[in-house]
Every structure is written in structure tokens, then in C-alpha cells.
């Protein structure tokens, strides 16, 4: 009796007693892949050949414990580990990774527009409380001089200081830069919907753009918020007030990230925990319709939301 049994090695034909009567080594993982087309052909050498029972396991593995198995042996579990890393890439990730760079450029955005606005009120510090909109402010600085901003704003007289043009120029150089920063944003937020699209429909018509990228990121991957409750994904977002509430015994939020969403903006300062509630129902079956690749339903449960706000 002869028996078959393959591994990341190659494909051996074993006896009676485990030791090797033939071995078709393989070089490459593609060979490994295509380890049936090999199999067929020592089948077809050996009539009769059997595939290796589990109790014999063991004792085929131990006939493989010669050194010289040990080199190709390192060889191949790399090159396969090296394969998996590479295929283990998915959407999940490009969109976690774009939605922390949104939140940054946020965070980075916001911290040098301040800087621009104080910089720039030494210069004319009447725009800064008629232009409270930070990227109009961005956007008529750089894009304008300050005689056209005077007569734009309807400003006669100006208590900024008559800089000279290189210092003004720096000024408008930061500017410029926060301008980049604005577009790159928009850029992410278009290629985020693009993506979303074609990987999670449900959860993008519902949750939108923004929302629906944060609530993947915090559920770390559209599997894991697909298995989540709707309970734990109305909460996402606000775990250090649910830890609070747990350790000290303060009011339970109501709400994460969801607070934000426009639906639970909409509804009345007192129902907002309600809404926030059926949007996370709504939002858990758009996550698991996604990931089973269920039918398009997001635009009837958003229908059904703004009925019942």
C-alpha cells in the first residue's frame, strides 16, 4: 500500500512503513498552487495510490525531518507568508486609512488657520470676525489683495499695519498651503465615496461618506461591525463617556459618532437618543447587507427614518 501526501514541500509518495518512495519537490508557491496537477500525475504512476490517513499523520511528518527539508522548507512558509501579507490588503483598510487621514488633515487644518487668522490681523483684522467660515477666509486671503478685501467687505480704513511685501507674502504662502490641505480633503472624500460605492452601498446611502467611513473604522473592518449589535454601534464613538458611566456612575450616553449623523440632528433636542437608537438598527443591517452581499435597501430605511422624525 502507497500513500500520497503533500505539503508546502512538495508531493510525496509514501510506503507502508512512512518512507519516502518518491518525492516531486516544489520550487515555487505556484507550484504549491497548482499541487493537484501533480497529484494527478504520481496518481496515475501509482494505480491505486490513497491519500494519507490522520492517524498516520505523524509518522509521515517525522520521515520529513531530514536537513536537508529544513532550507526549502524556511524558503516556502516565507515566500507563502509573504504571499498572504500581500492579499490580505481590502477595502476595509484603504478606508480606514483615508478616513484617519481626513481626521488629520482636519486637526491639521483647523490648528493653521488659527495661525493664519492671527498672522493675518496684524495685517487687516476686520476680516477676522466677517469671514467666520474657515475655508471662505482661506480662500478670499489668498486669492485677493487687501484693497480688494476693504472694498469687498466695505471697509474704509484699516487698522492693520502697512507691511512690507515679503512679509505679506509669507502670510499668503501659509495661506496657500491650508488651501492644499482643503482640496487634498476633498480629493479623499471623493475617492472615499467611489470606493464606499462599490464595497459597502448600504452603509454609504445611510451613514453617508463621512460617517459611515468613522463608524468602519471604529468597528474596525465591515466584518467586525457587520457581527456587532446595534447597541454597541449606536455607542461607537463615545467609549470614555461609557467608561465613565461604568466606573463612576454617570448618565450612559446615548450616542458616539451617530450625533453627528443628520437625522438624529433633526429630531427634537429630547428624542434625539431615540432616533440615534433606530439609526443604529437601520445602520447594522446595512452592514450586514453589505458584507453578505444582501440586496440594496438603504434608501427604504432612510425613507422609513425621516417618516418617523
Not at 66 to 78: C, E
Request: aromatic share 8%; hydrophobic share 35%; net charge positive.
Amino acid at each position: 500500500m502507497k500513500y500520497l501526501f503533500t505539503t508546502i514541500l512538495g508531493s510525496f509518495v509514501l510506503d507502508d512503513r512512512l518512507t519516502v518512495s518518491e518525492e516531486v519537490p516544489f520550487n515555487s508557491i505556484k507550484d504549491y498552487e497548482r499541487k493537484s496537477e501533480t497529484e494527478n500525475k504520481l496518481r496515475k504512476k501509482y494505480p491505486g495510490l490513497k491519500g494519507l490517513p490522520a492517524e498516520k499523520l505523524s509518522g509521515a511528518l517525522a520521515s520529513l525531518r531530514d536537513k536537508k527539508y529544513f532550507s526549502p522548507f524556511h524558503r516556502q512558509n516565507l515566500a507563502l507568508t509573504k504571499k498572504a501579507i500581500k492579499e490580505s490588503v481590502s477595502e476595509d483598510q484603504l478606508i480606514i486609512q483615508t478616513i484617519a487621514n481626513i481626521n488629520e488633515l482636519d486637526k491639521t487644518g483647523n490648528l493653521l488657520v488659527k495661525r493664519l487668522r492671527e498672522w493675518y490681523a496684524l495685517y487687516f483684522p476686520e476680516i477676522e470676525h466677517r469671514v467666520p467660515h474657515q475655508e471662505k477666509f482661506v480662500e478670499l486671503i489668498s486669492s485677493r489683495s487687501r484693497e480688494q478685501l476693504m472694498k469687498e467687505l466695505k471697509v474704509s480704513d484699516t487698522m492693520g499695519a502697512n507691511l512690507e511685501k515679503s512679509h505679506v507674502e509669507e502670510i499668503i504662502l501659509l495661506a496657500n498651503a491650508v488651501a492644499a490641505l482643503y482640496k487634498l480633503r476633498k480629493q479623499h472624500e471623493t475617492y472615499l465615496e467611489k470606493v464606499m460605492k462599490q464595497y459597502c452601498p448600504n452603509l454609504l446611502e445611510l451613514g453617508g461618506t463621512t460617517i459611515g467611513a468613522k463608524l468602519l473604522e471604529l468597528g474596525k473592518g465591515l466584518k467586525r461591525l457587520a457581527l456587532l449589535p446595534a447597541s454597541t454601534i449606536q455607542l461607537l464613538g463615545a467609549e470614555k463617556a461609557l467608561f465613565r458611566h461604568i466606573t463612576s456612575g454617570s448618565r450612559s450616553p446615548k450616542y458616539g459618532i451617530l450625533y453627528q449623523h443628520p437625522l438624529v440632528q433633526k429630531a427634537g433636542k429630547d428624542q434625539r437618543g431615540k432616533m440615534a437608537r433606530m439609526l443604529a438598527d437601520k445602520l447594522s443591517l446595512c452592514a450586514r447587507l453589505d458584507y453578505f452581499k444582501g440586496e440594496f435597501k438603504a434608501k427604504e430605511y432612510r425613507l422609513g427614518l425621516e417618516g418617523k422624525v
